[in-house]
């Protein structure tokens, strides 16, 4: 990272943190690379923001020692969906609207970038790309993905390295495995297999990637329908091999939120 | 020329350049490696040093290698090193052109002469590498005395197939050096050791294995440089992610080469000023 910011003549880097792990690893791993001073840190809360991800991501900017600002986009947001009424008059909210979001903080994040001529650090894991949670223009945005061949597991590892040399990444942030607002996904398995299952927040449609052999293409599955009360949702299960040699069994990651794989 | 002892010392020192190199940049890799021969010929009394493959250009050169001026930089380049550096052997790695078409080449040079020009054999074309889309493959190996000892010198990809190093050997190299810019992933390190055993096994011949160090768009170049013995055991490592000059003394132990570190000359390089003041400039 510092040789990709230097040897391109960048005046440090700017980071979009939004109180979870993939931009807490890559700040402290900015910050490691080119300085305290050369990082600043964004966060960019909107109406649905729990305020333990403002303060965890606060926290850790405090600790690093690096700028922090807090740009709200409410304002944006909202006029985006003022200007979009009539076109969208008689559709239901969808993953639409989230995405309007995250491309108001992609906006934001790359003005500051080229005003300031700071690269924008982007903070997307392999995991989140294999299976495109991730949004084009919004979260994607940046010049330089620093974990973008790290697969969340591992991810989870490394802010836990990380936190060995010296606690910088708030505990609360290792500890959440789900954000508030999306639904819990829990995983489980064995060699060779892997089950996702998950409740349901009252939506029907529910995506999951996950990983197969490294032959196989990724497997995407969806399910359009609530099998059973309480909401339970039963992924079926795949045969997956190991592709991560540190790791066993692959990561799957979806549209509810995230879990972790067992090995 | 004396012939070698049977045993002791060789009398000969060489230094192994793990630098930070910026691909395009020809001028400021050039500056870089007559700055980093003088501190080993001056401060390691080295007899010679080492750069990485394509250390002239930068790697992965890409499609500047497309550019005819930038060849006309690299001659030019060359010919300045040649004018500029007396009294230690340089190994450097930069693109030739030449009848058959453009080499991933290395240039062994001395007190303003070209000892010898070796060309890569095995081009890599998977995965990061593309290098048939730039090169054509050389053919023959390249050996050259330095200090009396003949050394097979070969190119990244080339040890890490039996031929080349096997090749350098028939034709009389009493050790080889590999030249590399070699990308890191997970577990490359142990890769690498059981390669270069592999040609340690097949050759009976000691290898000072010597990589690039920096970043690269995605590509990280982990140094790690190494020197192994002819019993396969690792006498040297260069560290990760650092730029050093390592040294190794080549002492002659019944007849065979033997690599010896010498440890209190190891001197850590810092990459010039030229990046950093550009940013300032910028």
């Known amino acids: ?263 | 020329m004396s012939p070698l002892p049977v045993n002791g010392s060789a009398g000969l020192r060489i230094a192994m350049a793990q630098i930070n190199l910026l691909v395009g940049d020809v001028s400021g890799n050039a500056q870089q490696i007559v700055d980093t021969a003088l501190r080993a010929r001056d401060e390691l009394g080295a007899d010679a040093v080492v750069f990485p493959e394509l250390a002239l250009t930068g790697y992965p050169p890409e499609d500047l290698l497309l550019r005819p001026g930038l060849h006309l930089h690299v001659l030019e380049a060359i010919e300045r090193i040649k004018r500029t550096i007396r009294g230690i052997t340089m190994i450097i790695g930069h693109p030739q052109q030449a009848l058959g078409g453009l080499y991933n080449a290395v240039s062994v040079i001395r007190d303003g002469e070209l000892l010898a020009r070796g060309f890569k054999q095995h081009l890599p074309n998977y995965s990061v590498f593309d290098e048939k889309r730039y090169f054509v493959p050389g053919i023959d190996p390249c050996v050259v005395e330095i200090g009396s000892i003949p050394v097979g010198v070969t190119i990244c990809e080339d040890i890490w197939t039996p031929g080349p190093a096997q090749q350098a050997r028939d034709a009389g190299a009493r050790y080889l050096i590999n030249i590399n810019a070699s990308p890191f992933h997970t577990g490359k390190g142990v890769e690498r050791e059981e390669v270069l055993r592999d040609r340690v096994r097949e050759t009976g011949l000691p290898i000072l294995y010597l990589n690039l160090v920096g970043g690269q768009d995605e590509l990280v170049f982990d140094g790690a440089s190494l020197v192994m013995d002819d019993g396969g055991v690792v006498t040297q490592r260069g560290a990760a992610c650092t730029e050093e000059l390592l040294l190794v003394e080549l002492d002659v132990v019944d007849g065979g080469i033997r690599p010896r570190p010498v440890e209190c000359a190891r001197l850590a390089c810092v990459t010039t000023s030229r990046r950093t003041t550009s940013t300032v400039q910028s």
Not at chain 1, 99 to 114: D, E, W
Not at chain 1, 156 to 164: D, F, S, V
């Open chain 1, 1 to 263: 990272m510092r040789d990709y910011i230097e040897k391109n003549h960048f005046h440090g880097a700017v980071i979009g943190l939004s109180g979870g792990i993939d931009s807490a690893l890559t700040l402290a791993i900015a910050v490691d690379a080119i300085g305290a001073e050369q990082v600043e840190a964004v966060m960019m809360p909107s109406r649905y923001t729990a305020d333990i991800s403002i303060e965890d991501a606060r926290k850790e900017a405090q600790t690093l020692g690096v700028t922090y600002r807090v740009i709200p986009i409410e304002a944006p947001f909202s006029a985006f969906l003022t200007l979009l009424q009539d076109e969208f008059a008689g559709l239901a909210p969808d993953a639409t609207e989230e995405n309007i979001q995250a491309r108001c903080r992609g906006l934001i994040l790359m003005a500051l970038s080229n005003k300031l001529g700071r690269i924008l650090l982007t903070t997307g894991n392999k995991s989140e790309v294999a299976v495109g949670y991730m949004t084009l223009y919004g979260d994607m945005a940046g010049g330089f993905a620093p974990i973008k061949d790290v697969p969340k597991t591992l991810v989870y590892r490394l802010a836990e390295y990380r936190n060995r040399r010296c606690e910088v990444i708030p505990r609360r942030i290792l500890e959440r495995s789900w954000r508030k607002g999306l639904t819990r996904t829990w995983c489980a398995g064995w060699p060779g297999w892997w089950i996702a299952t998950s409740t349901s927040a009252g939506r029907r449609r529910q995506v999951y990637g996950l990983r197969a052999a490294p032959s196989a293409a990724t497997g995407v599955i969806r399910s359009h329908q609530v099998i059973w009360p309480p909401s339970w949702v039963v992924v079926a299960a795949l045969s997956v091999t190991r592709i991560d040699s540190d790791f066993g069994l692959s990561y799957g990651c979806g549209e509810t939120g995230t879990a972790r794989g067992h090995a």
